[in-house]
Nanobody
Framework: VQLVESGGGLVQAGGSLRLSCAAS????????VAWFRQAPGKEREFVGA????????KYADSVKGRFTFSRDNAKNTVYLQMNTLKPEDTAVYYC?????????????????WGKGTLVTVSS
């Protein structure tokens, strides 16, 4: 599975962006998808995840209520809708896919990773 993120850019605080994670391969619906972000000089942070069917989602406390995951398996795409953005949301955002989401491992059980898309939120 190859993953390509898009939709990043520069936005003012309080604004919105929608990121996309497009996957190749016909088995995309067999994978849970997680989003991570890494700000300059900081460690990678788990943003959240969406289940295979999209029926279950999990969000980090830092984004809960502002970010929303969705997926369209027919289009092999997962979306991250980001609202009420804050300067501290500035980071490179990565999507990743795995059979299960396992917080007990360093990579959360993810097998495939995209190269990331930069989101910059100005104050």
């Amino acid at each position: 599975v190859q993953l390509v993120e898009s939709g990043g850019g520069l936005v003012q605080a309080g604004g919105s962006l929608r990121l996309s994670c497009a996957a190749s391969g016909r088995t995309f619906s067999s994978y849970a998808v997680a989003w991570f972000r890494q700000a300059p000089g900081k460690e990678r942070e788990f943003v959240g995840a969406i289940s295979l069917s999209g029926g279950s989602t999990k969000y980090a406390d830092s984004v809960k209520g502002r970010f929303t995951f969705s997926r369209d398996n027919a289009k092999n795409t997962v979306y991250l809708q980001m609202n009420t953005l804050k300067p501290e949301d500035t980071a490179v955002y990565y999507c990743a896919a795995g059979r299960t989401v396992d917080p007990g491992t360093a990579d959360y059980g993810m097998d495939y990773w995209g190269k990331g898309t930069l989101v910059t939120v100005s104050s």
